[in-house]
């Protein structure tokens, strides 16, 4: 079942009252009250692995949004549709006709939410007062509050609509005349089933299964003897389970005679490796082993899938000059070496246009995918064989072999030659041509 967690402010959790029973069959919902905004962080970071997703408030979703810049999970904010504003404006309209809407405050009007369309709608001259847009802080209620006081004792409201629960209560001390306006429940449900729709989805690519495959480098033990190799075996295991345990991600590790296998999921896997950029496991072993290994996690549908995606991953890693960590997912996407300057993502899956340009070329698809690779990456189309190697992970007389081939069937031509400090050969940039797959 999906679990949803609601960071809602404390006032208006009566709001909610009826929703987690009509969500009840498809959903939990995790109530997770707030007084004020500062306390929304560790909200969010506490409950993060234990929901599926979360909704906010609008206030504390751009209050998070100005301090990370994205989210660790799917998250939702608490919205009033255009159709339940322009509603409730209408309902105004009719019971009081005198009503002048250049004289109500709408504290939630702003830039953030593109002012609701209203002013697609209403002249200039007669729009409500709205927000002047400013950075959402811990102080925001207060200060808003204050707008409404100022420009009632200056007599420019006679009305103020407002979506600040915790600020209602002050208004009515004040005596300002005001409406509070939330989603309705009906809405709230329709949301949530929308939000439940696509967290569905989502759990269901992240259940994939994601293998993790880890070799050591061969022991000749001719020379160090077989001991060597069990106490390396044995080190890397004990690593293993300590950076499970540290990381607080169970995962299985099945041990064979020259590898260690993990098996987890998708989701865990972008855990791991903070959304396939780079690899903690790596980095862990690398501080606690007196060996290098190397690593490569494969994604699959099924076990078998993953565990062959895992292990050519981990055959690129090993013959790669860095000690970087590889992906193969479940489409064939090739991703590494993970964190370093050098990493490319590339298909393994030929099309015709590759079969195409590799025929003209007399270089294999799979080199052919890595320079494609490369140009996406660097977006541009113009390379050194410097810049090439080291993308590859060739030497510079390869990437040179390379580049003169493509040359001279007519894919490449050398641009212009640049001369550093007036010194030395000029260096050769090549500006690839090798049109479009469409």
């Known amino acids: 079942m999906i679990r949803l967690g609601a960071i809602i402010a404390q006032h208006s959790l009566k709001e909610l009252t009826t929703v987690p029973a009509r969500v ?122 204050n707008e409404h006081i100022a420009l009632w004792q200056a007599g420019e409201i006679d009305l103020s609509l407002t979506r600040m629960s915790n600020i209602v209560q002050d208004l009515a001390e004040q005596g300002i005349p005001h409406i509070y306006l939330f989603p309705s429940p009906d809405s709230i449900v329709q949301q949530f089933e929308h939000i439940i729709s696509e967290l569905a989805v989502i759990k269901l690519a992240e259940s994939r299964i994601a293998i993790g495959y ?31 345990t540290e990381q607080k991600i169970p995962f299985i590790i099945q041990k064979s005679s020259n590898s260690f296998e993990i098996i987890s999921s998708f989701k865990d896997l972008k855990t791991l490796t903070d959304n396939l950029t780079q690899c903690l496991l790596l980095t862990y072993l690398e501080k606690t082993l007196p060996f290098p290994v190397h690593i490569g996690w494969g994604i699959g549908n099924s076990m078998y899938k993953a565990r062959i995606n895992a292990q050519s991953a981990n055959s690129m890693s090993a013959a790669s000059k860095s000690m970087g960590t590889y992906v193969v997912t479940d489409s064939d996407q090739i991703i590494g070496p993970l964190g370093e300057e050098s990493c490319l993502t590339y298909r393994n899956q030929v099309n015709e246009f590759v079969k195409r340009k590799s025929e003209e070329t007399d270089l294999s698809t799979l080199q052919l995918q890595k320079i494609m690779a ?46 550093e400090k007036l010194r030395g050969r000029p260096k050769k940039i090549y500006q690839i041509q090798l049109g479009s797959e469409g």
């Open 214 to 244: 880890v070799t050591m480098e061969s022991v000749d033990t001719a020379k160090e003897g077989l001991n060597e190799w069990e106490l390396r075996q044995m080190l890397l295991h004990k690593s293993l389970l300590e950076f499970s």
């Open 374 to 419: 490369v140009l996406a990456k660097t977006e541009r189309n113009e390379l050194t064989a410097e810049e090439l190697g080291f993308h590859l992970g060739i030497t510079v007389r390869s990437a040179n072999r390379m580049l003169n081939q493509l040359e001279e069937k007519g894919v490449a031509r050398i641009l212009y030659k640049k001369q």
């Open 24 to 145: 009840a069959d498809h959903c939990e919902v995790v109530m997770l009250p707030y007084h004020r905004l500062h306390e929304t962080p560790e909200l969010y970071r506490h409950n993060e692995q234990l929901v599926d997703g979360f909704v906010l408030t609008e206030l504390a979703y751009f209050y998070l949004m100005n301090q990370w810049d994205s989210f660790p999970v799917p998250t939702y904010t608490f919205q009033i549709s255009e159709q339940e504003f322009y509603k409730k404006l209408f309902q105004l309209s009719m019971s009081r006709r005198d009503l002048d809407l250049t004289r109500v405050y709408i504290d939630f009007l702003s830039e953030y939410n593109n002012f609701l369309g209203i002013k697609d709608v209403v002249e200039a001259g007669a729009m409500p007062i709205t927000r002047t847009p400013q950075r959402i802080t811990d102080k925001i209620h207060e200060e808003v509050l």
